[in-house]
């Protein structure tokens, strides 16, 4: 919430470059991702398994059937990352 509160009382108050703005969203979505993911992983074990993704899916709003789950399982596993995007 620290974090939030600067960058929004820097930003209302016309502080930063238009690079620093864009550095500061960043950041900040990236820490959401992270909290995000961490909620999510409720196993802890750094990856979403199947059924973790199944609920992530439902709490957006979409019920995905076995095998459009077990596509996207796939698709995830062939566009892995060697390293982790969020770093």
């Known amino acids: 919430a620290t974090f939030i509160n600067r960058t929004n009382t820097t930003l209302r108050n016309g502080e930063m470059t238009c690079q620093a703005k864009f550095d500061q969203v ?8 992270v909290a995000l993911f961490q909620l999510m992983d409720e196993d802890g074990g ?4 199947m059924l973790e993704i199944r609920i992530l899916a439902r709490a ?15 698709e995830m596993v062939r ?3 060697t390293t982790h995007p969020l770093g």
Do not use: N, S, Y
């Open 46 to 49: 750094g990856v979403l398994d």
């Open 60 to 74: 957006m709003g979409v019920k995905l059937t076995d095998g459009e789950l077990k596509d996207a399982m796939a």
């Open 79 to 81: 566009r892995q990352p």
């Open 26 to 33: 960043v950041t900040f979505h990236r820490l959401i991702l």
